[in-house]
Nanobody
Framework: VQLQASGGGLVQAGGSLRLSCAAS????????MGWFRQAPGKEREFVAA???????FYGDVAKGRFTISRDNARNTVYLQMNRLKPDDTAVYYC????????????????WGQGTLVTVSS
């Protein structure tokens, strides 16, 4: 599975961005898909995951502001981010895996290259 993340950029605090993660090489429908982020000098942090359209799961950083969704027909996963804050500044990575514990990076065997999100104050 090859994953290509896109949609990052520079946005003012309070603004929105939608990240996309397009997969190739294999259908995503059987994988749990996750988004993580990593800010400079910090560990990689869980943002959100989705196993099926009925089972999104969010980290504390995302609850109430971010929405994860997937389009299996397009083999793409999205992360809609609203009310962005400067603390959301990070490289955002999408990942695909088959494990059960969605909040840990080790569940995911495939990673995209990351897309940079910068939120200015």
């Amino acid at each position: 599975v090859q994953l290509q993340a896109s949609g990052g950029g520079l946005v003012q605090a309070g603004g929105s961005l939608r990240l996309s993660c397009a997969a190739s090489g294999r259908t995503l429908s059987t994988y749990v898909m996750g988004w993580f982020r990593q800010a400079p000098g910090k560990e990689r942090e869980f943002v959100a995951a989705i196993r099926s359209v009925l089972s999104p799961f969010y980290g504390d950083v995302a609850k109430g502001r971010f929405t994860i969704s997937r389009d299996n027909a397009r083999n793409t996963v999205y992360l809609q981010m609203n009310r962005l804050k400067p603390d959301d500044t990070a490289v955002y990575y999408c990942a695909a895996g088959l494990g059960d514990i969605v909040v840990v990076p080790t569940t995911y065997g495939y990673w995209g290259q990351g897309t940079l999100v910068t939120v200015s104050s």
